[in-house]
């Protein structure tokens, strides 16, 4: 009777083992990235259309189905981020593209791509880093107009509406603040400390900011900088 059970035991113990090795190889499996990963953004309306990556291009087409265009975008990480009327392709690393129902433009960046902000009014805000130095840089469809190189990192960003103010998000060694620079000359309007970690924020039809994340949120007046 115990040879037995120790057979028992025995292929209890081997079958176990068999799925704990089905297990790690089919979490291996998920867990591996795929080659041209979309971070986010598939679909991102582009007028009355939308655009969405194939496997070595972005796509614009029409909502019938139509390809109004194709441009070639073969990179391991990319995303779509709406700003306007249009939408911007973007790498890790890349290079962005501004896609428009007529067409699209590249917009060179001096550095490797970390992020980009879209908004309302269409520009885009661009976190980049070149040689340790890190930009922000304000580009439209004539490409880079400003940039600027904040003291601490740039968590988010956003124009307004109206193009007026970018406004940054950075964590540093002196904690979490928001900072305000005029456009198009960028000269910083205000800074306002945060007490606790943000981690986002966006421009409100009133015109305040709004920044959030961390189970908290405040807003911030545009022109004064005050915390309402």
Known sequence: MQSKARLRRGKTLAFCSLLLAVAAVAWF???????????SGNYTPVGNSYA???SENVEVVTREGEVLYSAGFNYPRRALTASGEGAAAWSEGGEILLLGEGGYKRVRIDGAVCGVFGSDCGALAVVSEKRGEVRVSVCTALGEVLSISPDAWPVAAGIDAAGRTLALLTAGAGGFAVSAYSLPGAAESWTVALDSPRYDLEWT?????RVFGGGEELYIDAVTGAVE
Do not use: K, Q, W, Y
């Open 205 to 209: 039809d009133a015109g305040t900011l």
């Open 52 to 54: 969405l990556f194939s």
């Open 29 to 39: 499996a998920s867990a591996r990235a795929p080659e041209n990963e979309v971070i």
